[in-house]
């Protein structure tokens, strides 16, 4: 969604894009900061819930589509006329304590999106500061045993540094819980309608068949 054309990040996710439809391969994503996003998302969404006055709310699982965007929001609440994404920051470090605005690039247009594709009027995007999972210290700890040179081996001060940075449960909601608040904006979603369209020219131009078309022809 950069200011002039799809730009070379923009090339270079379609070109990826198009290799996982021709291979019919989906290209690995793994990170620590994913896994504890995953591992935390239901803890997070109750633990904003209840200090955010959200009441009662599930995880939605319904997805949604139209010819522009696709996806499938958080929570959704439809008497606040609000739905919500959650974002499990990794540690303090990435949290936006002092943040004003949507610190990564892109989630403001996912809001977006989301308020299209279910007509909501609003949108949050809730960062969410939470203890880390056990399996996740583990593999930290493992990490930092090699880095001081004990190979592997977990004494006490590893085991006690891994578990203090990781852990933030007794620290007060407004320290582990941060609000961004998105009105829903016609003219940005006309302009994601607008950007789709020139990545779909672009795939055109390149003389794209999909892995199913290669299979008929062959």
């Known amino acids: ?21 021709i291979y019919e391969r989906r290209k690995d ?7 504890k996003g995953n591992a935390c998302e239901d803890e997070a969404i109750q633990y904003a819930a209840e200090n955010l006055g959200w009441g009662e709310v599930h995880k939605n699982d319904e997805w949604f589509e139209n010819d522009f965007m696709q996806g499938t929001p958080d929570v959704m609440r439809p008497k ?30 996912q809001l977006q999106g989301y308020t299209e ?28 045993s090699w880095k001081e040179g004990y190979r592997g081996e977990i004494p006490p001060e590893v085991y006690q540094k891994v578990k203090e940075d990781m852990t933030y449960s007794n620290l007060p909601p407004e320290l582990r819980l941060k ?40």
């Open 1 to 21: 969604m950069g200011i002039k054309g799809l730009g070379k990040t923009g090339y270079d996710y379609l070109n990826e894009w198009m290799k996982e439809q």
């Open 29 to 35: 994503f793994a990170s620590k900061y994913f896994d």
């Open 80 to 109: 606040a006329d609000t739905i919500i994404d959650i974002k499990n920051s990794w540690d303090c470090f990435t949290f936006p304590l002092y943040d004003t605005i949507i610190p990564s690039k892109g989630y403001d247009d």
């Open 117 to 144: 594709l279910t007509n909501y009027g609003k949108a949050q995007l809730v960062y969410c500061l939470m203890d880390a999972p056990l399996d996740l210290m583990k593999k930290e700890m493992s990490r930092l």
């Open 179 to 218: 609000v961004f608040e998105v009105e829903r904006d016609p003219k940005r979603i006309l302009a994601i309608a607008d950007r789709v369209l020139e990545c779909r020219k672009y795939i055109e131009s390149t003389g794209f068949y999909s892995q199913s078309f290669l299979k008929e022809i062959a």
